[in-house]
Nanobody, 124 residues
């Protein structure tokens, strides 16, 4: 069982930055690939970024590539999403998720555990 708690969301102007954090419980955190997803009102949940177990492999949605960076600290059971050059279209609830796999996935149905989400609002 893994419990995930996101933090760091808020209101920011376009061009600004935010750093989201996700705290995970449990002793098996390092066995999970970790992903960030987001969901805007009236839209489906979409993939943002993923990092594999060791942190040596990452992947991003095209819409955030070059602006967002995912990282993890297995010693602290933490995963982060650094978001720079934010745009109004980045406005959404951001979710942290855990996938028990040595690989990485963009598909939200493959993830085993989810946090409650944190709101990010980017004003123009």
């Amino acid at each position: 069982q893994v419990q995930l708690v996101e933090s760091g969301g808020g209101l920011v102007q376009a061009g600004g930055s935010l750093r989201l954090s996700c705290a995970a419980s449990g002793r098996t955190f390092s066995r999970y690939a970790m992903g960030w997803f987001r969901q805007a009102p009236g839209k489906e949940r979409e993939f943002v970024a993923v990092i594999n177990r060791s942190g040596g492999n990452t992947d991003y949605a095209d819409s955030v590539k070059g602006r967002f960076t995912i990282s993890r600290d297995n010693a602290k059971n933490m995963v982060y999403l650094q978001m720079n050059s934010l745009k109004p279209e980045d406005t959404a609830v951001y979710y942290c998720a855990a996938d028990y796999t040595p690989l990485t996935s963009h598909i939200h149905l493959e993830y085993d555990y989810w946090g409650q989400g944190t709101q990010v609002t980017v004003s123009s």
